[in-house]
């Protein structure tokens, strides 16, 4: 069965500090790979997606980037936190024209 | 534009009573539509899907949707709620596009569920 892993599974980082969460998939070929962010008391906003290998679409503008450095890995980095990207993030992942399904999420706090 | 509108954000049900939670799209052609769970602190999970064809859909935990296209709704019903069911519930609709369904989300309705 597939299997969706995300770490770490707390953050919390300093103003100014880089970023790196990490997304794997197991037990599937090929998916599409995304990244959500939730506010507090908000739906979840599509930040990333991918549909293949270093092929990355960004949804809205910001001060975060996405990778997919291998099939099953998908990546969220920042070179510098602002205090506005503390919130919880969310992977999924899916097959071409199916539901999602998400991982754990990394709560990350930005101080 | 496409939106999804779940108008409770509170519900609040005794335990063993009915449940239904609204959702509400905007969307201009058919969609696929979609009902999530997620606990305090944890992921979503996928409670029940439509694509197509019975407007009845059932899920996991007793959950079941009806889609309605003349009121733009797919509504999120249980006969009798258990204390476990207590969480957040997003209605989804996936807008097929770029070889990926991207995915416009509610902004949840919060159970609680009274012993």
């Known amino acids: 069965s597939q299997t969706i892993h995300q770490w770490p599974a707390t953050l919390v980082q300093p103003v100014g500090s880089p970023l790196s969460l990490e997304c794997t998939v197991e037990?599937?070929?090929?998916?599409?790979l995304y990244w959500y962010r939730q506010a507090a008391g908000r739906g979840l906003q599509l930040l990333f997606y991918s549909v293949g290998i270093g092929q990355i679409s960004s949804e809205v503008p910001q001060n975060l980037s996405a990778s997919r450095p291998q099939d099953r890995q998908f990546i969220l980095s920042s070179k510098k936190l602002l205090l506005s990207d503390s919130g919880f993030y969310l992977c999924?992942?899916?097959?071409?024209?199916?539901?999602?399904?998400f991982g754990p999420g990394t709560r990350l706090t930005v101080t | 534009a496409q939106s999804v509108t779940q108008p409770d954000i509170h519900i609040t049900v005794s335990e063993g009573a009915s449940l239904e939670l609204r959702c509400n799209y905007s969307y201009g052609a058919t969609p696929y539509l979609f009902w999530y769970v997620q606990s305090p602190g944890q992921g979503l999970q996928l409670l029940l899907k439509?694509?197509?064809?019975?407007?009845l859909v059932q899920g996991i935990k007793g959950f079941e949707a009806e889609f309605k296209r003349s009121q733009s709704s797919f509504n999120l019903r249980k006969p009798s709620v258990h204390w476990s069911d207590a969480a957040e519930y997003f209605c989804a609709v996936g807008r097929f596009t770029s070889g990926t369904y991207k995915y416009i989300f509610g902004t949840g309705t919060r159970l609680k569920v009274l012993a």
């Open positions: 439509y694509f197509s064809g019975d407007t």
């Open positions: 037990g599937t070929s090929n998916p599409n």
């Open positions: 999924a992942w899916s097959v071409p024209q199916s539901e999602q399904y």
